[in-house]
């Protein structure tokens, strides 16, 4: 199902067929170090998992995650979603990745407009946050462009490989939103 489309993506939930191009996109060196919880050396099987895991989350409406697609080609080049819902706070996270490889080219403020607008007018949350590695500008970036605002750093929040890392802390409310 198309949750829906923008000038240059379709934003839908995942189907069975997709684990291939997921483990192509989530498997590039770039995704590993840039992102807080995606594993090295991602599997078919991981990825028919996570889309199944995908299904619960929103059956159970603590998050909505979905692929992005180029509208002209259908090409898969990543995730956008909002992740933690809390029905008990009115808040949620906005997550994303994008193919490294379009890094670079507005595709995952594009999609993350789609989110917001799914976040504040349709889900009604009060609160949406993000986070991302603090050595991540470009992610930062995204959210910035979005929006939401710095509210602090988490310092050797992550620990990836040995080392640990800050995180960034950014947020918006609805109230930022709609005005």
Known sequence: MIL???ERLIIREYE?????SIVRIVNNEGIYRTTYAIPRDYSKK???WWIKYLRSNAKNRTGYEFGMFIKESGEYIGNIGIVN??????RGDITYFINPELWGQG???EGGRAMLKLAFESLRLNRLAGC???CNGASRRVMEKLGLKYEGTARSELLKDGVYYDIDRLGMLSQDYFS
């Open 46 to 48: 991981r990825a028919k």
């Open 85 to 90: 819902i809390s029905s008990a706070h009115n």
């Open 107 to 109: 595709f995952a403020t």
């Open 132 to 134: 991302c590695m603090s």
């Open 4 to 6: 829906c489309l923008t």
């Open 16 to 20: 069975d067929s997709d684990a291939d």
